[in-house]
Nanobody, 119 residues
Framework: QVQVVESGGGLVQPGGSLRLSCVVS????????MGWYRQTPGKQRELVAH???????NYGDFVEGRFTISRDIAKNTVWLQMTSLKPEDTAAYYC?????????????WGQGTQVTVSS
């Protein structure tokens, strides 16, 4: 079974940095597109960062160069390095692995890790 597990959330001050980790197990990691999404209560989950299996990258508009997604295929791990954090970045951050096998779309979500930016 495919499992997605995030870690690294916590409380940081505005302007601080945080690195989130996501480990995927149970399948071939390199076949997945990987993404980080975030959600606050009452709001729709939004894209933070995404890297495809072909190593193309894109970020949410709010990132503004502050975040970087990276991937280590050998470690089955994707990271989200966040810098210059703002209070508006406070949210639950979720890791997602998705792929299309033949015509079937597969999507797997982690449990989420809370990021709180506050002084």
């Amino acid at each position: 079974q495919v499992q997605v597990v995030e870690s690294g959330g916590g409380l940081v001050q505005p302007g601080g940095s945080l690195r989130l980790s996501c480990v995927v197990s149970g399948s071939s990691f390199h076949t997945f597109d990987m993404g980080w999404y975030r959600q606050t209560p009452g709001k729709q989950r939004e894209l933070v960062a995404h890297v495809s299996s072909g190593s193309s990258y894109n970020y949410g508009d709010f990132v503004e160069g502050r975040f970087t997604i990276s991937r280590d295929i050998a470690k089955n791990t994707v990271w989200l390095q966040m810098t210059s954090l703002k209070p508006e970045d406070t949210a639950a951050y979720y890791c997602n692995a998705h792929r299309t096998v033949t015509t079937a779309f597969e999507s797997y979500w982690g449990q989420g890790t809370q990021v709180t930016v506050s002084s």
